[in-house]
T-cell receptor, first 112, second 114 residues
Framework: GESVGLHLPTLSVQEGDNSIINCAYS??????FIWYKQESGKGPQFIID?????DKRQGQRVTVLLNKTVKHLSLQIAATQPGDSAVYFC???????????FGKGITLSVRP | DSGVTQTPKHLITATGQRVTLRCSPR?????VYWYQQSLDQGLQFLIQ???????AKGNILERFSAQQFPDLHSELNLSSLELGDSALYFC?????????????FGSGTQLSVL
C-alpha cells in the first residue's frame, strides 16, 4: 500500500463535483468501520461510521459504502468544497474493544 | 474542538533523552488511546487504557511506556530517544473503550528528536 506523506495518493477534484475516496481493508472479521478527516496541523476528525451489518450509510453530504465481499469501503462527498481538502483515513475495528487500525490515507485536493 | 487536550504541542529534544507527553480525555470518557503518526508508517496504534488499566497493546516499543491516572488523564513516556522516534503522537479517547465507539482525537504532540 501507499505511505502517508511523500507517497500518499492524491485525489484532485473540481469544487462542486462529487468525490469518491476508496479504501481496501485487510481483516474480513472487522465489525466496524470509520472514516476520519485530518486537516493540516490537526488530529483526525470523525466523519462517518458504518457497522458490518450495513451496506450504506448517509450523513450530511457524505455517504459510506461497504462491500464486505471484496473488503472495500468508500466515502462519497457530494458537492465537494475547498474546506473538504484534507487527508482521509479509513479505519477498521476488530474484536471486543474499540482499538482502530488505520489505512494509509488519501489526500483530497479541491480545485477552485 | 474534540475535547481531548494534549500537551505540549511541540517538543524538541536530543537523542538519548526522555520526554513525557500528556493527554486529558474528553469529559466522561474512560478510555484513552495513544497513536504514533509518521511519514512512512501512517497512524500506528501504541496502547489503550481503560479506567486506569491497560486494555490493549499495539506496536509500542519497550523504551516507551504509558499510564492512566485516577483522574483519567494519561501520560506517554518516551525514553532513550532515537532519531526515528520523531513523529506526531496523538491521544484519543472514547466513552467505554468498546467495539463501535467513536474515538475523538487531540491535536497531537509533534516530537522532533535531533
Amino acid at each position: 500500500g501507499e505511505s502517508v506523506g511523500l507517497h500518499l495518493p492524491t485525489l484532485s477534484v473540481q469544487e462542486g463535483d462529487n468525490s469518491i475516496i476508496n479504501c481496501a481493508y485487510s481483516n474480513s472479521a472487522s465489525d466496524y468501520f470509520i472514516w476520519y478527516k485530518q486537516e493540516s496541523g490537526k488530529g483526525p476528525q470523525f466523519i462517518i461510521d458504518i457497522r458490518s451489518n450495513m451496506d450504506k450509510r448517509q450523513g450530511q453530504r457524505v455517504t459510506v459504502l461497504l462491500n464486505k465481499t471484496v473488503k472495500h469501503l468508500s466515502l462519497q462527498i457530494a458537492a465537494t468544497q475547498p474546506g473538504d481538502s484534507a487527508v482521509y483515513f479509513c479505519a477498521e475495528n476488530t474484536g471486543a474493544n474499540s482499538k482502530l487500525t488505520f489505512g494509509k490515507g488519501i489526500t483530497l485536493s479541491v480545485r477552485p | 474542538d474534540s475535547g481531548v487536550t494534549q500537551t505540549p504541542k511541540h517538543l524538541i529534544t536530543a537523542t538519548g533523552q526522555r520526554v513525557t507527553l500528556r493527554c486529558s480525555p474528553r469529559s466522561g470518557d474512560l478510555s484513552v488511546y495513544w497513536y504514533q503518526q509518521s511519514l512512512d508508517q501512517g497512524l500506528q496504534f501504541l496502547i489503550q487504557y481503560y479506567n486506569g488499566e491497560e486494555r490493549a497493546k499495539g506496536n509500542i516499543l519497550e523504551r516507551f511506556s504509558a499510564q492512566q491516572f485516577p483522574d483519567l488523564h494519561s501520560e506517554l513516556n518516551l525514553s532513550s530517544l532515537e532519531l526515528g522516534d520523531s513523529a506526531l503522537y496523538f491521544c484519543a479517547s472514547s466513552a467505554l473503550g468498546r467495539l463501535g465507539e467513536k474515538l475523538f482525537f487531540g491535536s497531537g504532540t509533534q516530537l522532533s528528536v535531533l
